[in-house]
């Protein structure tokens, strides 16, 4: 027995990361339970998102409007660039509020294996910045796994030669971690970015 | 930063079961990174499945037809009801493929704690259509709970006053359960369900 409806909706929950066939049926069967306007309200959200949210045609930020709110705050700095990875990374780096640089997201790292070479990330527009901005720092912010490391280095390279300085965000123990459970290449990171104290 | 469109599919996704906050906001940004189409697709299956599916008039389960093609189709027994608690379970069941008669769907269980009587339950309706429909068994497959067993024992008392034969599914030891981990409860079911070899 199939009912079109629910089966579809299952099928397209299921679509979504984390979500298996399990969990987009009880999803499915609880948007059945929510009130006409609450589905209705979930189904606008999800337009809306897709439609009104934009990348920042300076930084490449998710935005809602263009130039996105912290390339236009005057209050922040300009000589100070943070390159991030992706467009998400902007929105976890503004959580911690202690940043009032500029951002520039890549869309990506690269990857030879599937294809992603410099051309296809943003630092062609990174470089361009740098030089009209008149910026002094840039801290690299991808993640420290293979392809993050080597995109760092590649970025880093190029930047130097502009007589900018390059830093990269430091890599250790996380606070509340604990030695015992920390990866080996976590615990290298940390011996290897240890501080005078 | 808020960027108002994430924030409110964030938002409204998070208020599905199982699904937190970090979830939503991870939910949300695959959602922006969705085609066009795809997004909208999701969104109306949402209205769809909210709008198309209804509870039968007869048996109280999903369906996009009004009465639904279980009770509908003319192949299946007549003289057996299944008693479930949700319109959920009724899909539960026909995944086994071995029940061939008829479903009710309760509509919840007795819970006078949460001010559920036996007149928010559809149980005239049950006795109803008992009487008209010459039923001959009713299979009660509540939920193993307390409240699951307390509904069951209500109904079979007052159907039972009908002369009408009532079951009650079997609870044990699930297939590929090991008997270490299995609680006591379900221990004890499974001894006094117990059947000759």
Redesign the interface.
Known sequence: ?G????Q??AS??A?????GNK?AL???????D?S?D????????????????QACKICGA???VDPC??CSDKSRRKDIICVVAE??DV?AM?KMREYHGQYHVLGGVLSPMNGIGPSELRIDELLKRIKEQGVSEVIIATNPDVEGEATSSYIARIIKQNGVRVTRIAHGIPIGGNLEYIDEMTLFKAIEGRREI
Do not use: F
């Open positions: 027995m009912i079109e409806p629910i579809t909706l397209r929950l679509r979504l990361p984390g979500i969990s009880r999803l499915a069967y609880h948007i059945l929510m006409e609450g589905a209705k309200e979930l189904a606008d959200a999800i337009i809306n998102a897709r439609s009104k949210v998710y935005t809602d709110a912290i467009a998400k929105l503004e």
